[in-house]
């Protein structure tokens, strides 16, 4: 399984932006995806889970009302749509999946590079 993530940007406080991760391998629907975001200095930090099969969807307090994750799974991609975006969102965001529902970034396998998304004030 390999992920490419894309879609970061320097937007302003307040605007929106939306994040894809495109999978290859095996099906999607196999795996539980999710996004997470390490800001400068800090640690990887859970923001949204969705899990394989049903598509039931877990977010992360910080995020909850404004980020929402989506799937599309006949183009293998998910997406993290982020509005009312404030500065302290600014971070690398990366896209993950594993077989384990978890939010613990440590037990997942699989990883998307990382895209910038940055929050002007």
């Known amino acids: 399984v390999q992920l490419q993530a894309s879609g970061g940007g320097l937007v302003q406080a307040g605007d929106s932006l939306k994040l894809s991760c495109t999978h290859s391998g095996r099906t999607l629907s196999s795996y539980h995806k999710a996004w997470f975001r390490q800001a400068a200095g800090k640690e990887r930090e859970f923001l949204a889970r969705?899990?394989?099969?049903?598509?039931?969807?877990f977010y992360a307090d910080s995020v909850k009302g404004r980020f929402t994750i989506s799937r599309d799974i006949p183009k293998n991609t998910f997406y993290l749509q982020m509005n009312s975006l404030k500065p302290e969102d600014t971070a690398v965001y990366y896209c993950?999946?594993?077989?384990?529902?978890?939010?613990?970034?440590?037990?997942?396998?699989?990883w998307g590079q990382g895209t910038l998304v940055t929050v002007s004030s």
């Open positions: 993950a999946a594993d077989m384990d529902a978890t939010r613990d970034p440590s037990k997942f396998n699989f």
């Open positions: 969705i899990s394989r099969g049903t598509g039931n969807t």
